[in-house]
C-alpha cells in the first residue's frame, strides 16, 4: 500500500490505475473503462483529473482515427496518469 494511503484509497487508485492503462493498451474501450470507473473517490482532485482524462479518451476516437500523432499525445497521459495514481 502506498504512504499515506488508507487501503480503500489504494484500491480504488490501483483500479483506475489499471483501467487507464488497459484503455491506452487497447485492451479495453475508453467507454467500458468509464463504465466501471469506481464512483468512491469523486471529491478527490486526483480522481476527478483522472476520470476527466479518460472521458476525453473515450470521446476523442473520431479525432485518434485522423491523427496518430494525438493517438500518441492521448495514450502517453492515460499512461502517466495511471503512474500518478500508484
Not at 480522481?47 to 485518434?64: N, T
Request: one cysteine or more.
Amino acid at each position: 500500500m502506498s504512504e499515506g494511503l488508507n487501503e480503500s484509497e489504494s484500491n480504488s487508485r490501483k483500479q483506475c490505475a489499471d483501467l487507464l492503462r488497459k484503455a491506452a493498451e487497447g485492451q479495453i474501450t475508453g467507454q467500458t473503462a468509464l463504465e466501471v470507473w469506481p464512483n468512491d473517490r469523486e471529491g478527490e482532485p486526483l480522481f476527478g483529473e483522472s476520470w476527466h482524462i479518460l472521458y476525453h479518451f473515450a470521446a476523442d476516437g473520431d479525432i485518434r482515427e485522423r491523427d496518430a500523432e494525438y493517438t500518441e499525445y492521448q495514450k502517453a497521459l492515460l499512461l502517466r496518469t495511471a503512474r500518478e495514481l500508484i
